[in-house]
């Protein structure tokens, strides 16, 4: 039926905005991973706050991947 079309469009949107978001978040990780590695060692204050934006993007990335494991738990409980 319509519904069903409906619903799986719907999903398929969902799914592609959770993977542009996923892609996003490891795009940011590895770009902060790679200014830090790109820092000269002797300045040690750009190297600290370089550090700190590299594990804030790790941080923000694993969170994003929990929601979306969360998210997924919720969708396949709901079509049930």
Known sequence: PRSDVVTASKTQQLHRQWR??????????????????????????V????????????????????DHERALARARAAER
Request: glycine share 0%; hydrophobic share 35%.
């Open 20 to 45: 542009q978001r996923l892609e996003r978040a490891e795009y940011e990780t590895a770009l902060a991973r790679r200014r830090y590695e790109a820092v000269d060692p002797h300045n040690r204050l």
């Open 47 to 66: 190297a600290r706050t370089l550090e700190r934006d590299w594990e804030a993007a790790l941080a923000a990335q694993e969170t994003l991947r929990s």
